[in-house]
C-alpha cells in the first residue's frame, strides 16, 4: 500500500507547557493540512511502555491487579512498566516481570510494538513474550500495591473477549499471543 512520506502540517512555533520526570507536554502552533491555523499539543513519554505476558507450559499466564489512580479503578493486566529511553528494553521488561511477579524467564521473544495513542502522544510500548518461568522473590516498587495471580491463559483471552480486562498493552499482547497459538508458531 503507497502512503504519502511528506508531512502536511506546518510547525510556527512550539512552547513547553509542563515537563515532570515522566512526560513533557508541547504545544505548537500549526498550519492544518488544509491550510489552516490551528494548535497541537504532545505528550512526550520520557519511558517506553514495557509489558511481558509469561506463559508456563501448561499455558497458565500471570496478571498483576492494581488500583490504577488516572482511572479511579481496579485494573487487571500482564506485568508492565516503563523502561527510560536509551535503556535495553529487553533489559526493562525483565526486571519489570521479576518487581511485579517475582518471575524469571529463560526464553523472550518481542511479540509486537504499537503506539499507545498517538493522536496526542508518542508513547511506544514494546511487549515481550517470557517463557521457561522460574519463580523467585518479587521486588515491588513503593509505589506499587500489587495482586499476582497465575490464570489459565484461555480465561484471559475470554476476560479480554468480555471487555473484563482493558489495558491497551495487556489487550494487544493477549490478542497477539492467542494468534500465534491458534497459527501453531509457538
Not at 51 to 77: H, K, S
Amino acid at each position: 500500500m503507497q502512503h504519502p512520506t511528506e508531512n502536511p502540517w506546518t510547525t510556527l512555533s512550539e512552547k513547553n507547557i509542563y515537563d515532570n520526570p515522566w512526560i513533557n507536554v508541547t504545544e505548537y502552533q500549526v498550519l492544518n493540512p488544509s491550510g489552516n491555523p490551528g494548535i497541537y499539543g504532545k505528550v512526550h513519554f520520557k519511558n517506553v511502555a514495557i509489558g511481558v505476558i509469561p506463559l508456563d507450559a501448561e499455558l497458565n499466564t500471570y496478571l498483576v491487579g492494581q488500583y490504577r489512580y488516572v482511572l479511579n479503578q481496579y485494573c487487571w493486566e500482564i506485568p508492565e512498566g516503563g523502561g527510560p529511553e536509551g535503556t535495553d528494553p529487553l533489559e526493562s521488561a525483565k526486571r519489570e516481570l521479576l518487581e511485579e511477579t517475582g518471575l524469571k524467564a529463560t526464553e523472550w521473544t518481542e511479540l509486537l510494538q504499537m503506539h499507545l495513542s498517538n493522536s496526542v502522544s508518542d508513547e511506544l510500548s514494546i511487549i515481550y513474550l517470557a517463557r521457561g518461568l522460574e519463580q523467585h522473590e518479587a521486588e515491588p516498587e513503593d509505589t506499587e500495591e500489587l495482586l499476582v495471580n497465575k490464570v489459565p491463559f484461555e480465561d484471559v483471552y475470554q476476560m479480554v473477549c468480555r471487555g473484563e480486562i482493558t489495558d491497551s498493552v495487556t489487550v494487544g499482547a493477549v490478542l497477539k499471543l492467542k494468534l500465534l497459538l491458534l497459527e501453531n508458531q509457538l
